[in-house]
Protein backbone atom coordinates (compact mmCIF):
# COMPACT_ATOMS: atom_id res chain seq x y z
CA UNK A 1 0.00 0.00 0.00
CA UNK A 2 2.97 2.19 0.96
CA UNK A 3 4.20 2.01 -2.76
CA UNK A 4 1.06 2.45 -4.19
CA UNK A 5 0.84 6.09 -2.39
CA UNK A 6 4.35 6.69 -3.21
CA UNK A 7 3.78 6.28 -6.76
CA UNK A 8 0.96 8.47 -6.79
CA UNK A 9 2.63 11.62 -4.94
CA UNK A 10 5.59 11.00 -7.33
CA UNK A 11 3.20 10.91 -10.32
CA UNK A 12 1.69 14.17 -9.26
CA UNK A 13 4.51 15.84 -8.72
CA UNK A 14 5.92 14.92 -12.17
CA UNK A 15 8.92 12.70 -10.68
CA UNK A 16 7.55 10.01 -13.40
CA UNK A 17 7.99 12.50 -16.18
CA UNK A 18 10.90 13.84 -15.57
CA UNK A 19 12.35 9.79 -15.89
CA UNK A 20 10.60 9.33 -18.62
CA UNK A 21 12.17 12.39 -20.57
CA UNK A 22 15.36 13.11 -19.05
CA UNK A 23 15.74 16.30 -21.89
CA UNK A 24 12.49 18.09 -21.23
CA UNK A 25 11.76 20.74 -18.30
CA UNK A 26 9.08 20.01 -16.61
CA UNK A 27 9.36 23.49 -14.81
CA UNK A 28 6.22 25.42 -15.49
CA UNK A 29 6.96 29.31 -16.65
CA UNK A 30 5.04 32.14 -14.43
CA UNK A 31 5.76 35.01 -16.94
CA UNK A 32 6.98 36.42 -19.76
CA UNK A 33 10.25 36.06 -21.31
CA UNK A 34 12.37 39.01 -22.54
CA UNK A 35 11.87 38.19 -25.88
CA UNK A 36 8.17 37.86 -25.79
CA UNK A 37 8.05 41.51 -23.85
CA UNK A 38 10.30 42.39 -26.36
CA UNK A 39 7.75 41.39 -28.88
CA UNK A 40 5.20 43.09 -27.32
CA UNK A 41 6.62 46.20 -27.21
CA UNK A 42 7.62 45.96 -30.81
CA UNK A 43 4.24 45.39 -32.02
CA UNK A 44 2.84 47.57 -29.87
CA UNK A 45 5.50 50.32 -31.43
CA UNK A 46 4.24 49.93 -34.92
CA UNK A 47 0.59 49.85 -33.64
CA UNK A 48 1.04 53.30 -32.41
CA UNK A 49 3.03 54.81 -34.91
CA UNK A 50 0.46 53.99 -37.42
CA UNK A 51 -2.67 55.05 -35.24
CA UNK A 52 -0.47 58.16 -34.60
CA UNK A 53 0.06 59.16 -38.26
CA UNK A 54 -3.54 58.76 -39.37
CA UNK A 55 -4.35 61.08 -36.58
CA UNK A 56 -1.93 63.69 -38.17
CA UNK A 57 -3.32 62.89 -41.38
CA UNK A 58 -6.96 63.60 -39.99
CA UNK A 59 -5.69 66.96 -38.18
CA UNK A 60 -4.11 68.37 -41.23
CA UNK A 61 -7.42 67.79 -43.48
CA UNK A 62 -9.45 69.81 -40.46
CA UNK A 63 -7.07 72.33 -40.66
CA UNK A 64 -7.68 73.05 -44.37
CA UNK A 65 -10.98 72.77 -43.97
CA UNK A 66 -11.52 75.19 -41.20
CA UNK A 67 -9.01 77.73 -43.21
CA UNK A 68 -11.51 76.87 -46.36
CA UNK A 69 -14.35 77.98 -44.16
CA UNK A 70 -12.93 81.30 -42.52
CA UNK A 71 -11.94 82.06 -46.30
CA UNK A 72 -15.60 81.67 -47.38
CA UNK A 73 -16.59 83.88 -44.09
Known sequence: MRNVTERQTARA?????????????LRRAEGFTLAELLVLAAIGAVLAGLALADLSQERSKLLQEACANNLKQ
Not at 13 to 25: F, H, L, M, Y
Open 13 to 25: SGADCAQQEPGRN
